[in-house]
């Protein structure tokens, strides 16, 4: 899977990772991305004043996160769940970003090496693992 180097993040993480999310959103925007958010996710990142667009859960209605998906308006998601519910909806999220390959983590983890990844280039060398096994012999 290839990683978005701009586009829309959507952002909708549990309560107990919302204080990490603040710098995977400011690295996120510095890289060129615009930061969507759940309310309660949007509520931390502005009250850190990263800029973010707010948008719904599966059940606050429509227009919500699926439909963003759906309507191609999301490059890449960063989704951590806690409880019944979210875990429940997360699978439809997770079945449509993957069908449309769009990258998905589901943990803070995740989320700070995609950031980390992007600030690497994809220009320079390409080597194979047997060939640096090879010389290391």
Do not use: W
């Amino acid at each position: 899977m290839n990683l978005p180097t701009a586009g829309s993040a959507l952002l909708s993480v549990r309560d107990s990772d919302k204080s990490g999310i603040v710098e995977v959103a400011q690295l996120l925007v510095a890289h060129g991305f615009k930061v969507v958010a759940t309310h309660g996710t949007a509520s931390v990142l502005n009250e850190a004043q990263v800029p973010c667009e707010k948008i719904n859960k599966l059940r606050q209605g429509q227009p919500h996160i699926l439909d963003a998906i759906k309507n191609d308006e999301l490059s890449l998601i960063v989704n951590t769940t806690a409880g019944r519910q979210a875990i429940e909806d997360s699978v439809y999220i997770r079945q449509e970003a993957l069908g449309r390959k769009i990258p998905y983590t589901t943990t803070l983890a995740g989320a700070f090496a995609i950031c980390q990844a992007l600030k690497s280039s994809a220009e320079g060398p390409v080597y194979r693992l047997s060939d640096l096994h090879e010389e290391t012999i």
